[in-house]
């Protein structure tokens, strides 16, 4: 079975400041690994993952984030965020030996960027 | 275009009612799934569909029923056996069940119980 530990339940931070959220893994099998965003009152988007290849994945609004096999971890980061990042952030995990996709969820991080 | 809608946003429930929320893709997808959302909880697994006329239980399935009878619906039922009912529902589809496939979400529906 596979968790998903984020330690900071929420990060605030100034506008243009940089910031990492953090995300931490624990699986006995090889997993992939994702990122998704919630905005208030809306469901969860696809911000990016990892599947295979390079360790370091990148989505089209400047979020970044690395897989570190042998810290297990996953952590998302931006050199310079916006007012229009508060939201909150959910790291996920599945499997990659099952048939089924079941994304196993942490219990997210709030960012609230602030001028 | 092409999503996901769920449907009602905003639905309150008597104790000992039962209430279905609709969820309906136009994405093509073959998997469906209903997910749970608790505040300080994450997302946790209701139910899901592979494919029509197909479902599974997930991790929370007591309290709830669904139906796949056609692809692109898979409404979910909040039966009044289910103990605390009050929660946001996310339901969310993806073109397979194989892992690694990205999962769409919906914009989710609110629950209370009154």
């Known amino acids: 079975a596979q968790s998903v530990t984020q330690l900071d339940s929420q990060v605030p931070v100034f506008e243009e400041a940089p910031v990492e959220l953090r995300c931490n893994y624990s699986?006995?099998?090889?997993?992939?690994l994702f990122w998704y965003v919630q905005y208030p009152n809306q469901g969860l988007q696809l911000l990016l993952k990892?599947?295979?290849?390079?360790?370091l994945v990148e989505s089209i609004n400047g979020f970044e984030a690395e897989f570190n096999k042998s810290q297990t971890s996953f952590h998302l980061r931006k050199p310079s965020v916006h007012i229009s990042d508060t939201a909150e952030y959910f790291c996920?995990?599945?499997?990659?030996?099952?048939?089924?996709?079941?994304?196993?969820f942490g219990t997210g991080t709030r960012l609230l960027v602030s001028p | 275009d092409g999503g996901i809608t769920q449907s009602p946003k905003y639905l309150f429930r008597k104790e000992g009612q039962n209430v279905t929320l609709s969820c309906e893709q136009n994405?093509?997808?073959?998997?469906m799934y209903w997910y749970r959302q608790d505040p300080g909880q994450g997302l946790r697994l209701i139910y899901y569909?592979?494919?029509?006329?197909?479902?599974q239980k997930g991790d929370i399935a007591e309290g709830y029923s669904v139906s796949r009878e056609k692809k692109e619906s898979f409404p979910l039922t909040v039966t009044s056996a289910q103990k605390n009912p009050t929660a946001f529902y996310l339901c969310?589809?993806?073109?397979?069940?194989?892992?690694?496939?990205?999962?769409?979400f919906g914009e989710g529906s609110w629950l209370t119980v009154v």
């Open positions: 990892y599947l295979s290849g390079s360790t």
């Open positions: 996920a995990v599945s499997s990659l030996n099952t048939g089924f996709q079941k994304l196993v």
């Open positions: 569909s592979q494919i029509v006329n197909d479902f």
């Open positions: 994405l093509n997808h073959d998997a």
């Open positions: 969310a589809s993806s073109m397979t069940a194989a892992s690694g496939n990205t999962i769409y």
């Open positions: 699986s006995s099998v090889s997993v992939y």
